[in-house]
């Protein structure tokens, strides 16, 4: 037989009752916060978009839109938009372009908030501030659409020609075309 460990050289593993859930496990009904629950970046890059929103709520929205680094805000935003709740996702990217005027992301803050309005203002301050950013493309498309939707037809028409010019095979060059009526 072999010699059992004494009770004082070991401490006892703590049981746990059987029917209890291991950690991370779902009880089905809602636990309290604590501080090991994910922060609501964390849930942002899971994109469990409605969860980050609701613990970001918790924090302050407004709070936190004077506080983080602007990617965060970037984000943020993101996760307001995709859990429904778009006057705080403008209202996070307004801050952002108001704190870090002149940034890559105060300028992607700027086709994000024409993706929210469908404004053209907004696709036309990326463009003014992003000739040839990563988005660049997709401004001048998205412009062509807000400015037709908008009835600017001389101003759809003028965008549709830099467009083509600048983009002949772009996703929006067929769009453009029928502006033009070519």
């Known amino acids: 037989a072999s010699p059992q460990p004494s009770a004082a050289s070991e401490?006892?593993?703590?049981?746990?009752?059987q029917d209890a859930p291991e950690a991370g496990a779902?009880?089905?009904t809602p636990?309290?916060?604590?501080?090991?629950?994910?922060?609501?970046?964390?849930?942002?890059r899971r994109g469990k978009y409605a969860q980050a929103y609701e613990e970001a709520a918790r924090h302050g929205v407004a709070l936190l839109a004077d506080s983080r680094p602007s990617g965060a805000l970037l984000s943020l935003a993101e996760a307001c938009r995709f859990s429904g709740h778009g006057s705080e996702a403008t209202q996070?990217?307004?801050?952002?372009?108001?704190?870090?005027p002149g940034s890559d992301d105060a300028a992607t803050?700027?086709?994000q908030l024409g993706r929210l309005g469908g404004s053209a203002k907004w696709f036309?301050?990326?463009?003014?501030?992003r000739p040839n950013g990563s988005l660049a493309r997709e401004a001048s498309g998205r412009l062509l659409e807000a400015l037709d939707h908008s009835g600017d037809k001389a101003a759809a028409r003028q965008a549709a020609e830099a467009y083509l010019a600048r983009y002949p095979g772009g996703p929006h060059a067929a769009f453009a075309r029928q502006l033009l009526g070519k």
């Not at 401490?11 to 009752?17: C, F, I, S």
């Not at 636990?31 to 964390?42: D, K, L, N």
């Not at 036309?124 to 501030?129: G, S």
């Open 11 to 17: 401490p006892a593993a703590p049981k746990l009752p």
């Open 26 to 28: 779902s009880s089905g």
């Open 31 to 44: 636990a309290s916060p604590t501080p090991s629950a994910p922060s609501w970046e964390e849930l942002i």
């Open 92 to 100: 996070v990217l307004e801050r952002l372009r108001a704190r870090f």
């Open 109 to 111: 803050a700027a086709f």
């Open 124 to 129: 036309r301050q990326y463009l003014q501030e």
